[in-house]
């Protein structure tokens, strides 16, 4: 009874955050879900690439980040983001400043909880983005479902000033640590998808650990060509 109940108010919590992602969020919606974790006194090398394939063309885009622990629960990144423009030409688009925060200790409640905060700076333009998120994940036997809110604020001399929001969430089965098969959704401003994934983990003596993630995403709420495929490397030592 207690297990299905439980399955019940993460339904409940899933279909919220569904719903609050269609209040508004625009540009690259697919991207990552977060886990709410840091590793003491981590540091980490990330890349991530994601093409969209849309009826107007192809957006292709890439980022690489270095962060490191500055706390046990808390951990810092810089980006630098690369697009392809609309002469194929690829280049720097953006910076970026995220932190995370590990709120609870594992397991220590019903879920686990954390917060992400980011800060992006356009290129050569005016533009800037804050972000503030809610992560969550809670774990079901050999099943951990993981879900992140956020509420995003743009401004500057060249974009609109409006506040935005997106959600993402997965569901993924712990068949092995090297193999994780998962199903994705992500939402915003006339965008819902969902697809595939898979997550793997190769963990290295002591805190080493090569992390990888494959995905491929499908626009389900409008017709016409919408696909997002996305790679992610990070290396934590």
């Not at 886990?35 to 885009?61: C, I, K, M």
């Not at 690489?64 to 609309?86: C, K, S």
């Not at 036997?141 to 997965?170: H, Y």
Request: hydrophobic share 45%.
């Amino acid at each position: 009874m207690a297990y299905k109940l439980q399955i019940q108010r993460l339904l409940f919590i899933t279909l919220l955050g569904v719903i609050s992602g269609f209040c508004r969020a625009d540009g690259m919606v697919v991207d990552k879900v977060y886990h709410p974790y840091v590793l003491p006194f981590e540091r980490e090398v990330e890349w991530r690439w994601l093409s969209r394939q849309t009826d107007e063309g192809n957006v292709l885009a890439q980022r690489a980040g270095l962060g490191w622990a500055i706390a046990e629960t808390v951990t810092v990144e810089g980006y630098m983001i690369g697009e392809r423009d609309q002469l194929d030409n690829f280049d720097l688009a953006a910076y970026e400043l995220e932190a995370r925060w590990q709120v609870v200790e594992q397991g220590r409640y019903w879920a686990d909880w954390g917060m992400l905060f980011e800060l992006e700076k356009q290129h050569k333009t005016s533009a800037y983005e804050a972000t503030i998120g809610v992560l969550f994940e809670k774990e079901l036997g050999k099943m951990s479902l993981t879900m992140n809110a956020f509420a995003v604020r743009e401004w500057g001399a060249e974009i609109k000033n409006e506040w935005e929001s997106e959600f993402r969430a997965q569901l993924r089965y712990r068949f092995m640590p090297a193999f994780q098969p998962a199903i994705e959704i992500y939402s915003g401003e006339d965008f819902v998808g969902i697809g595939p994934a898979i997550i793997g983990l190769y963990r290295f003596e002591g805190q080493r650990q090569l992390k990888w993630e494959a995905g491929f995403v499908s626009e389900i709420s409008h017709s016409g060509k919408d696909h997002s495929f996305r790679l992610a490397l990070e290396f934590e030592f």
